[in-house]
T-cell receptor
Framework: DADVTQTPRNRITKTGKRIMLECSQT?????MYWYRQDPGLGLRLIYY???????NKGEISDGYSVSRQAQAKFSLSLESAIPNQTALYFC??????????????FGQGTRLTVV | AQKITQTQPGMFVQEKEAVTLDCTYD???????LFWYKQPSSGEMIFLIY??????QNATEGRYSLNFQKARKSANLVISASQLGDSAMYFC???????????????FGKGTHLIIQP
């Protein structure tokens, strides 16, 4: 089983619909992240969380919200999906005890298409 | 200004040749980490190698090595004896300890698409 699991893996949704992407991890890491990947732009940070009560905006948080339900679970929501949110979404974790050493472990990605 | 610059959008290399993928970075943080990830066509992000800003020696992991030139702010990935399975997107990324007052997490370059030809 993967250490960082994202569900669903693929999703097609309609404009205006609410959608939630879920992430769970078994690594015991305290920090969790949501990234978005668009072709030619690399990955960009949407939100990150240091622990259950500490959630922070990243570079491109507009149009998104998150919930850290437990140390192991971090969900990303699109309240009203729009076509330019079509992208590949990644969840990642790291261990703050490692400082900058804590490599980010990535989920398999969720391919979201908004039509 | 971009924090991570990868100047090679695409590269074609003959199988068994060595490959160097370029990465330059920009930070004023004295403590940072540099990462390389591989993304095959299936989409997952695979961690390859890490270099810390205070590490004296270049990192190596099997066929991967990181040519770290701190004064030039470069962190090039070297793949020795390339294989067909090395064909993928490669991303350079950085984490800053203090994040310059900004967000935690990794800052990624735009990637290099490497194609290994038989």
């Amino acid at each position: 089983d993967a250490d960082v699991t994202q569900t669903p893996r693929n999703r097609i949704t309609k404009t205006g619909k609410r959608i939630m992407l879920e992430c769970s991890q078994t690594k015991g890491h305290d920090r969790m992240y949501w990234y978005r990947q668009d072709p030619g732009l690399g990955l960009r940070l949407i939100y990150y969380s240091f622990d259950v009560k500490d959630i922070n905006k990243g570079e491109i948080s507009d149009g998104y919200s998150v919930s850290r339900q437990a140390q192991a679970k971090f969900s990303l929501s699109l309240e009203s999906a729009i076509p330019n949110q079509t992208a590949l979404y990644f969840c990642a974790t790291s261990d703050s005890g490692q400082g900058v050493l804590g490599e980010a472990f990535f989920g398999q990605g969720t391919r979201l298409t908004v039509v | 200004a971009q924090k991570i610059t990868q100047t090679q959008p695409g590269m074609f290399v003959q199988e068994k040749e060595a490959v160097t993928l370029d990465c330059t970075y920009d930070t004023s943080d004295p403590s940072y980490g540099l990462f390389w990830y591989k993304q095959p066509s299936s989409g997952e992000m695979i961690f390859l190698i890490y270099q810390g800003s205070y590490d004296q020696q270049n990192a190596t992991e099997g066929r991967y090595s990181l040519n770290f030139q701190k004064a030039r702010k470069s962190a090039n990935l070297v793949i020795s004896a390339s294989q067909l399975g090395d064909s993928a997107m490669y991303f350079c990324a950085m984490r800053e300890l203090y994040s310059g007052g900004g967000a935690d997490g990794l800052t990624f370059g735009k990637g290099t698409h490497l194609i290994i030809q038989p």
